[in-house]
């Protein structure tokens, strides 16, 4: 079992930013992949980003390319969503997933574990 504990969020601008983190309870996983998903009432869940725990496999949601960076702290295995120029529409709660294994995934389906979700929320 992985806890996964997410911190950041909370009430930003339109054109602010915010930082996630989300940190793994447990280490010595071998291969895995982290990743952030979103969602927001009434919508699907969303793709917002992946890295590997070896910090490459990078990939972004399309509307996420040049305003969002994730990142991968190989010392705690805590990983970084920094996330700049913001959106109203970029308001959802925003969940921490990891994957064990080598595959880099966008399917939320896929990955094993899940933490609790933090809300950002991008006023107008």
């Known amino acids: 079992q992985v806890d996964l504990v997410e911190s950041g969020g909370g009430l930003v601008p339109a054109g602010g930013s915010v930082r996630l983190s989300c940190a793994a309870s447990r280490r010595s996983l071998g291969a895995y992949s982290m990743a952030w998903f979103r969602q927001s009432p009434g919508r699907e869940r969303e793709f917002v980003a992946v890295i590997r725990g070896s910090g490459d496999g990078i990939q972004y949601g399309d509307s996420m390319k040049g305003r969002f960076t994730i990142s991968i702290h190989h010392g705690d295995d805590t990983m970084t969503l920094q996330m700049n120029n913001l959106k109203p529409e970029d308001t959802a709660v925003y969940y921490c997933?990891?994957?064990?294994?080598?595959?880099?995934?966008?399917?939320?389906?896929?990955?094993?574990?899940w933490g609790q979700g933090t809300q950002v929320t991008v006023s107008s």
């Open positions: 997933a990891l994957r064990v294994g080598r595959q880099v995934t966008i399917t939320g389906d896929l990955y094993n574990f």
